[in-house]
């Protein structure tokens, strides 16, 4: 599934920068320290296989297609990150 637009972990970070008010930077990593680091929050191995090979495809800019999944599932265009974050300010700020 995806949004509207397809980010890269980068424009991701400056979205959340333009919607919080304060720099989000997204820092890459070699894939066996981002494995060790989620492994602490996954402990099931095929999830964290699953998102390490996700996410190492997007940071490889392997996803190149946008999908029509949520207006199928929900009857409704998507939303925008950028909508997302508004929508949940209190979330990302914790407050």
Not at 1 to 20: D, I, Q
Not at 66 to 76: A, E, M, W, Y
């Given at each position: 599934m ?13 979205r959340f920068?333009?919607a ?9 990593m070699?894939p066996e320290?981002?494995?060790?680091i ?6 099931d191995?095929?999830h ?16 190149d ?5 949520i207006k199928?599932?929900l ?7 950028s909508?997302?974050i ?10």
């Amino acid at each position: 599934m995806t949004g509207p637009e397809l980010l890269s972990f980068y424009e991701v970070a400056e979205r959340f920068t333009e919607a919080l008010g304060t720099t989000i930077s997204y820092v890459d990593m070699p894939p066996e320290a981002y494995r060790e680091i989620l492994a602490n929050f996954l402990p099931d191995e095929w999830h964290l296989n699953a998102v390490c090979e996700l996410f190492a495809g997007i940071a490889a800019g392997g996803l190149d297609h946008k999908t029509d999944t949520i207006k199928q599932v929900l009857g409704r265009d998507p939303i925008s990150l950028s909508q997302f974050i508004e929508d949940h300010l209190a979330v990302f700020r914790g407050s």
